[in-house]
């Protein structure tokens, strides 16, 4: 605890604050682009702490609200098969797919698990060699280490019961359709620390030199972002675009490079839909073929059917940047985290998950 006083210290924070008041001369907009630090953002009130000028929104920095509807739908039909357990994080049960979600296939008799790691997955595999035992790999940078590390468990153990369902998505791409998009107003980023600490930020480097933005690697506590906010704005002030590393406790430029082979062993680069983004070239990674025999959309071949969101929910320009989730029609009315109409209502680290837990 006396860790996190420290970083969320109110004096600090105030000084701070004051030093962004004093270095925004004009108007910016920037944008977070995590989840959780947008969370971070709501829950202490850091934006009533912001210059007149200084506009923050928020990206798509949630992972589970970036999985496609295609493959919540496709995890919903492994799971009501009853040759399958489904094994996935607890915050993707209740993100709705076409026809209910994960959670509501369970009550209605779905073997589906919530496990904490990807070798609960492979642990449960081994115990049911009977069933298939399918893991939802979900995720940025952050948590595909873990899940290349299952799959070359379940390899060297020749678990042929045992796959995976893979939408990981990478950052940086996005960040480049974002920038590319029409109706862009994004100056700045605060990189999400928890991706650069596996991946670094040499990606970063080309995307500042030739969008000309600044984007600060940040933190997750208050006085991380406005920190960061603060670096973001000097650099915008002074005509400066580069990349910058406001937490340096956690991570350094080249990343973890235990974790970054790990990941190019067992992944590689594919074009990937993001929902509310669309198509993102090179925005994920899918397994390479030496471990096709543990993909589970070879394994399990559906034919894929449209799939279609609320015609009530902006969840999609929320995720952009282009909404804030108050500005929704649909937000704390029809859309509830008791029936969400859009995954960033229900996941923990969802922009309107954030405002309506701290802000209604």
């Given amino acids: 605890m006396k860790f996190l006083d420290e970083y969320r210290d109110p004096a600090a924070c105030r000084r701070y604050a004051a030093q962004l008041a004093e270095a925004c001369t004009r108007p910016w907009t920037l944008m977070e682009v995590?989840?959780?630090?947008?969370?971070?953002?709501i829950r202490f009130g850091l934006d009533q702490l912001f210059p007149p000028g200084l506009r923050l929104v928020h990206g798509p920095g949630c992972p589970v609200c970036v999985t496609p509807l295609e493959q919540i739908d496709r995890a919903l039909e492994l799971?009501?098969?009853?040759?399958?357990?489904?094994?996935?994080?607890?915050?993707?049960?209740?993100?709705p797919g076409s026809s209910g979600d994960l959670q509501a296939a369970r009550a209605e008799g779905a073997d589906v698990r919530v496990v904490y790691s990807p070798l609960d997955a492979v642990?449960?595999?081994?115990?049911?060699?009977?069933?298939?035992?399918?893991?939802?790999?979900?995720?940025?940078?952050?948590?595909?280490?873990?899940?290349?590390?299952?799959?070359?468990?379940?390899?060297?153990?020749?678990?042929?019961?045992?796959s995976l369902l893979v939408s990981q998505v990478r950052v940086?791409?996005?960040?480049?359709?974002?920038?590319?998009?029409?109706?862009?107003?994004?100056?700045?980023?605060?990189?999400?620390?928890?991706?650069?600490?596996?991946?670094?930020?040499?990606?970063?480097?080309?995307?500042?030199?030739?969008?000309?933005?600044?984007l600060v690697v940040t933190g997750f506590e208050p006085l991380d972002l406005l920190q960061g906010l603060l670096l973001c704005v000097r650099q915008l002030e002074e005509g400066r675009y580069e990349v910058e590393n406001q937490y340096e406790r956690s991570v350094v430029r080249e990343?973890?490079?235990?974790?970054?082979?790990l990941l190019e062993r067992v992944f590689e680069v594919v074009d990937r839909p993001w929902r509310g983004l669309g198509m993102v070239p090179a925005g994920g990674l899918a397994l390479r073929p030496e471990f096709a025999e543990l993909d589970a959309e070879r394994r399990f071949p559906s034919r894929p059917t449209p799939a279609c969101e609320s015609g009530l929910c902006r969840a999609g320009e929320v995720l952009r940047g282009v909404l804030r989730p108050p500005e929704c029609p649909a937000f704390g009315t029809a859309c509830t985290p008791e029936s969400p109409l859009g995954a960033p209502m229900v996941s923990n680290e969802g922009a309107c998950a954030a405002y309506y837990r701290f802000r209604r």
């Avoid at 009853?82 to 996935?88: D, F, H, N, P």
């Avoid at 590319?180 to 030199?209: K, P, S």
């Fill in 34 to 41: 995590c989840g959780g630090q947008t969370h971070a953002v």
């Fill in 79 to 95: 799971a009501r098969s009853e040759e399958v357990i489904l094994c996935t994080f607890g915050d993707m049960l209740r993100v």
């Fill in 123 to 162: 642990e449960v595999a081994r115990a049911h060699p009977h069933l298939q035992v399918v893991f939802f790999a979900v995720g940025f940078e952050t948590t595909a280490p873990a899940n290349a590390v299952a799959a070359m468990a379940a390899r060297r153990e020749r678990l042929a019961n045992f």
């Fill in 172 to 214: 940086p791409p996005a960040l480049e359709l974002l920038l590319g998009a029409e109706d862009n107003q994004v100056q700045g980023f605060l990189a999400a620390g928890h991706v650069c600490t596996i991946m670094g930020w040499t990606e970063y480097e080309r995307i500042a030199a030739r969008w000309k933005v600044p």
């Fill in 255 to 261: 990343g973890n490079g235990t974790a970054r082979r």
